[in-house]
């Protein structure tokens, strides 16, 4: 007799510069503490997802100085397997929304040298050299979902939507219950959007 795994494959597409995502995704590690689900990590981002396009100077400053931890995630997977996104993305937004720091090199340095990677891999957030893989990887995202959307953006059972933005992020069975609500959304076949204004900013 064949045993089949059933669990729900997640797939979460992140930027580390976004705190909203920062904010699922600490959702998300609740809900595999509570619910058997298999989740995978990918790379977007926001930096690609706005080029061209007309962006008030701060936020263009901020999109300028997102290419180089998305790259280096790439970079870092690439060279030492997908296993090792999750680890980095943590160490890199623990200094960038917990610590609320900016200084982006040193966030970069830090992170690797916490996760175990060569310093090396920095290196890499400063060239081009791993963008091929990184549009591949956002587009995959982008392909679920359309371009009208940013970060994160959650696929269960292949079928995907921008968010859930939330804050704070739900813990122990709140969590479960948020999983669950989405799983359910995404067997409807003709359901694209819920949404409303917000009132707070994200509570990282």
């Known amino acids: 007799m064949t045993v089949t795994d059933t669990r729900p494959v997640v797939d979460f597409w992140f930027d580390p510069a976004c705190p909203w995502a920062w904010l699922t995704s600490r959702w998300m590690d609740e809900v595999a503490k509570v619910r058997d689900v298999d989740v995978r990590w990918h790379v977007m981002s926001l930096s690609v997802l706005n080029e061209g396009r007309e962006l008030p100077e701060k936020y263009r400053a901020l999109m300028d100085d997102s290419w180089a931890p998305v790259r280096v995630l790439v970079a870092a997977a690439r060279d030492h397997g997908d296993k090792v996104l999750k680890p980095l993305y943590d160490a890199l937004g623990t200094r960038r929304h917990t610590d609320r720091r900016t200084d982006t090199a040193t966030i970069v340095a830090e992170a690797l040298a916490e996760v175990g990677l060569p310093e090396e891999l920095a290196a890499v957030g400063a060239t081009d050299e791993v963008d091929g893989l990184l549009r ?17 953006v959650v696929a269960i059972g292949g079928v995907g939507f921008f968010g859930p933005v939330i804050t704070p992020a739900p813990t122990g069975e709140d969590a479960g219950k948020l999983f669950d609500g989405l799983a359910l959304v995404t067997q409807v076949p003709g359901f694209y959007e819920l949404k409303r204004t917000r009132t707070v900013g994200p509570a990282v």
């Open 136 to 152: 591949a990887s956002h587009g995959e995202a982008i392909t679920l979902v359309g371009d009208e959307v940013g970060t994160p």
